[in-house]
């Protein structure tokens, strides 16, 4: 080649570069491309995988680079987007490039000989104990044997033989003391080893109250407890429990019970580590009274230091009609019984209890009806009463008469009382249209006011009241009647659902 050739050829060659150096830059902002690595567990051999937005990429380039590596080369992968390297004889960092349709991307792998793919790895928790995890090119392995050594020989519990789990995992529990544990896994012909500093976790404390008030306090270091620990108590207020103690053999210390609530730190040393805690330890209970409802009334109790109070004095008194008001004297369990309330709405009842000049106070309503019920219509109330009523398998007779006192009893136009009685009944309002006769004359029922008339034990009445319209051509006769219970009890008519019955 002479020179003017060799220019030409280099300044060609320059053109080349400068244009396709810019696409490239470009295709690599924008690429899809990804490359993904696996070794073999059998074999130690590595699989590539070129994906495109989660797809194979067939015949896209893949360059490999290393420093030692006898897969060092440029491939071509298949129809899964794959290509299979050679099992490296030693551990060793590659670089991976993936050329596809004017993109690339590279990523940098570590392959590791078969021989050393095994891998075990030891991690102690905060409470002392520790996991040993087994895995192979980072895959969990089950059924690993594992030997754990006590390099310190420290009577360390967890010496002794393991098999790993599902996850490639065997549990050790938390030394007594500082250690060094060797720990050595095997898997068929495939071996590893570590070595691990366990120490005897973190010290904690923990304050459970008792029943009686007293409280005890249980000092720990991972999952053992630690004897001989220095515990000082320092109280918010007055405390008898203020003071400096030494934990037992169960790692314990017991404090007295407070005569009031009060606000306890403490403060645990054990071998230079210290920990503090702070707890509100709850004083006597004091005198107390407490109501509930049952099904058939309620239970009232009196209680001092919640024990039980016999001849206690309860008076009940009530924003309703209420047959339980009164004052009543708890028995030996320091309990009154009420009646039960059969009111159509609801009644709170105001409960004070007395005993050697000590007093308290609550409330109780009686006859809530949940939100639900109370939203519904009452004729879909009364259907799912009676099928109620039809379910029960041990019922005997018809349901007619608990019928009747249920629908009494819930009915919401039941009549409260004189003023809202529905027989006192007038006649259609004013502004009715009156009916005309065929003589031209036009009879209007007039508003009429009337009282029923007593029902007989519950019969309804019926209220007349006659109205006069002195008009020249008109004629009002008309009678209001009202349905209801002349005493003020009958029930209003509603609409039923078809019962079936």
């Known amino acids: 080649m002479n020179a003017k050739q060799l ?10 570069v400068g244009a396709a150096a810019p696409a490239s830059v470009a295709a690599d902002d ?8 696996t070794q073999s567990p059998d074999t130690g051999e590595a699989t590539v995988v070129v994906t495109d937005n989660g797809t194979a990429v067939e015949n896209a380039t893949l360059v490999v680079e290393s420093d030692d590596y006898a897969g060092n080369g440029t491939y071509e992968t298949d129809a899964n987007g794959s290509v299979v390297l050679p099992t490296p004889a030693n551990t060793t960092e590659v670089e991976l490039t993936a050329v596809a349709d004017g993109n690339a991307t590279t990523t940098e792998v570590e392959l590791v000989p078969l021989s050393e793919s095994l891998d075990v790895d030891v991690e102690q928790a905060d409470d002392g104990t520790a996991t040993v995890t087994v895995t192979q090119y980072g895959a969990a392995v089950e059924d690993a044997a594992i030997a754990v050594n006590d390099l310190n020989e420290t009577d360390y519990a967890g010496v002794g033989t393991y098999e790993t789990d599902a996850n490639g995992t065997v549990d050790l529990p938390a030394p007594a003391n500082e250690t060094t544990v060797e ?10 080893s570590t070595t691990a500093e366990l120490d005897d976790g973190d010290l904690d404390v923990e304050v459970t109250e008792n029943d009686d008030r007293s409280a005890t306090v249980t000092v720990t270091r991972g999952s053992a407890a630690v004897e001989n620990a220095t515990v000082v108590v320092e109280a918010e207020g007055n405390y008898s429990g203020e003071g400096s103690y030494e934990t037992d053999a169960n790692g314990t210390v017991d404090l007295p019970a407070p005569s009031s609530d009060v606000e306890v730190t403490l403060t645990v040393v054990d071998d230079g580590e210290s920990v503090e805690e702070t707890v509100d330890l709850a004083g ?9 409802e049952t099904d058939d009334g309620a239970v009232v109790t009196v209680t001092d230091n919640e024990s039980a109070v016999e001849n206690a004095t309860v008076e009940v008194e009530a924003d ?5 008001e009164g004052s009543y004297e708890t028995d030996a369990d320091g309990t009154v019984d009420l009646p039960g309330y059969e009111g159509n709405e609801s009644v709170t009842l105001d409960i ?11 409330t109780l309503t009686l006859g809530e009806e949940d939100e639900e019920n109370a939203s519904q219509p009452f004729g ?3 259907s799912e009463f009676v099928h109620d009523l039809l379910g029960d398998e041990n019922r005997t007779g018809g349901i007619g008469q608990e019928l009747s006192e249920w629908v009494r009893e819930h009915n919401p136009g039941k009549a409260k009382g004189p003023g809202d ?8 309002p004013e502004h009715a249209g009156g009916n005309e006769t065929a003589d031209g004359n036009e009879t209007k029922a007039g508003n009429g006011n009337g009282n029923g008339n007593n029902g007989n034990g519950g019969g309804p009445g019926n209220g007349n009241g006659n109205g006069n319209d002195k008009g020249k051509d008109k004629s009002d006769r008309g009678n209001g009647n009202g349905n209801g219970n002349g005493n003020g009890n009958g029930n209003a008519l509603i609409d039923l659902p078809v019962l079936p019955f």
């Open 7 to 16: 220019i030409a050829a280099t300044f060609a060659a320059l053109l080349i």
């Open 30 to 37: 924008e690429t899809d491309l990804a490359i993904e690595t």
């Open 183 to 192: 720990v050595s896994a095997t898997s068929g012909d495939l071996s590893a």
């Open 284 to 292: 006597p209970a004091g005198f107390a009274v407490s109501a509930e």
């Open 320 to 324: 309703g009609n209420y047959s339980g």
């Open 352 to 362: 004070t209890a007395t005993y050697d000049n000590e007093s308290a106070s609550t």
């Open 380 to 382: 879909q109330r009364v």
């Open 421 to 428: 009685n529905p027989g006192n009944g007038g006649g259609p």
